[in-house]
Nanobody, 120 residues
Framework: QVQLVESGGGLVQAGGSLRLSCAAS????????MGWYRQAPGNKRELVAS???????NYADFVKGRFTISRDNAKATMSLQMNSLKPEDTAVYSC??????????????WGQGTQVTVSS
C-alpha cells in the first residue's frame, strides 16, 4: 500500500510560479512511475507530467517549457515546479503512483489533490 499527500497549491497571479510536492509513504520502494494530473471544473482529468523511477520524463504539450517534474526516490517525494502560470492552469492537481502487483498488473494510488488557482 502507498499513501500520497500533496502540498504547495494556492492562489497566484498569471505569470507567477508555484511548486507542488507529493510525499509518499508505505511501500515506497515498490513505486515505479509517478505523475501529476489535473482536473478543472467540467473537464476530464488530464495528465500534466510523469516520471519513471529512472527519471525519464513526459510532459503534456500545454506545459512543455513551463513545468518541470522531479522525484527523489530516497525521500519518496515528487515535485512539480510550475512557472509562467496561466489562468487556464487553474485546476485540482493530484499525484499518482504505480506499483507492480506480485501476479502481474499494477496498483494505482492517488493523492487527495491540491487546488491551484491562477488569477488573470
Amino acid at each position: 500500500q502507498v499513501q500520497l499527500v500533496e502540498s504547495g497549491g494556492g492562489l497566484v497571479q498569471a505569470g507567477g510560479s508555484l511548486r507542488l510536492s507529493c510525499a509518499a509513504s508505505g511501500s515506497t520502494w515498490s513505486i515505479l512511475d509517478m505523475g501529476w494530473y489535473r482536473q478543472a471544473p467540467g473537464n476530464k482529468r488530464e495528465l500534466v507530467a510523469s516520471i519513471s523511477r529512472g527519471d525519464s520524463t513526459n510532459y503534456a504539450d500545454f506545459v512543455k517549457g513551463r513545468f518541470t517534474i522531479s522525484r527523489d526516490n530516497a525521500k519518496a517525494t515528487m515535485s512539480l515546479q510550475m512557472n509562467s502560470l496561466k489562468p487556464e492552469d487553474t485546476a485540482v492537481y493530484s499525484c499518482k503512483a504505480e506499483e507492480p502487483r506480485p501476479m502481474g498488473g499494477l496498483n494505482t494510488y492517488w493523492g487527495q489533490g491540491t487546488q491551484v488557482t491562477v488569477s488573470s
